[in-house]
């Protein structure tokens, strides 16, 4: 499916990821799927690059919280600061992540997205490690190489919902969840030394780990939401950013058709969960 | 990874700055691919199709 969209994915046999990465064990595997394409980059610097162009094309940014709208009708007139100021709006965009049920529950949305913390270790390595893609499996461990050594997470999805920060305890989830993970699926690595952790949340979105787009039809037509990317965001942020825009311009997505991500799906009990998402 | 993702990355300093002089981040990217291991066979074969 991926090849039919234009994706470039190769299916790669346990011999050929033996042959291209030694350091990966296949013993217990079936296979794989490459995309010679991705990668990784500074998130930041993404963030940053993306307000800058942003304000290049007229957008203002006000480092105030947005704690409530103003309606009339059935349409969102307003934001209210947390300064007590009010911002007159046609539309409203809800694109504030963890927080984004909070907003929207004033509304009568009810989003199923809780905070939830993840932790990403730096680790030394003994072996070198350069040439290594991003690599997950199913036991929800990745790994890419990293300087000296290698960035890890496992993702625990048991992670209660808060907004917690805190790297307390990231050193003995790193010593049971993912170095056991680790030193299974990179038998060469099973003497790393751990440097550094740290900590930050996913906007998860409990019902089916999937973004939630769009407006709610026959509900203030111009309140929208882009938010529940649990944990892929970055990834589809560009393609977000275009379809909201078309939806919000032409009342309909003209280039990606993002219907299927959209709130009603929540309201019907029709999660559309994406196999591939580990 | 989105192919929009993939245009900006590819256009990064278009993007950010157009044609002015503006300093651009460095966007520290790496294309060295996205490797999915799979352990289940019947998964394998969904992902391989």
Redesign the interface.
Known sequence: MHRAY??NAL??SLAQ?ADR?PL?R?D???????????????S???L??LR??AR?LGATFVAERAVGCETAGNRVTGVHLDSGRQIAARVVINTVGCWAPGLAAQLGWKLPIEPMRRFEHYAEAPATLS????????AHLAV??EGVGLQTGVVDYAEPGAFNFSVDGAAGHFDTRVWPALAH?FPALDNLRLKSSVSGLYDQNRFDGNMVIGSWPGHLGNFYLACGFSGHG??????VG?ALAELILHDEYQTTDLGRLGYQRITDGQPYRE??I? | ?????????RC?RE????A?D?E??????????????????A??????S
């Not at chain 1, 040439?131 to 199913?138: E, G, H, I, R, T």
């Not at chain 1, 970055?234 to 393609?239: D, E, I, N, R």
Request: hydrophobic share 45%; net charge negative.
């Open positions: 234009g994706v299916w790669l990821i990465y990966v296949t217990d595997l079936a296979g794989g799927v490459y995309s010679p394409a991705d990668g990784w980059l500074d930041s610097s993404f940053v690059g800058q162009r290049r040439s290594l893609p991003f690599v997950k499996d199913a890419r190489p699926r970055l990834m589809h942020a560009p393609a275009r196999r591939g580990i | 990874m989105s192919q929009y993702t993939h245009e900006v990355i990064w993007f950010v700055a157009g002015s503006d651009v981040p460095d966007l520290g990217w790496v294309q060295n691919g996205y490797l999915f291991v799979c352990d289940d066979d998964a394998a074969g969904q992902l391989a």
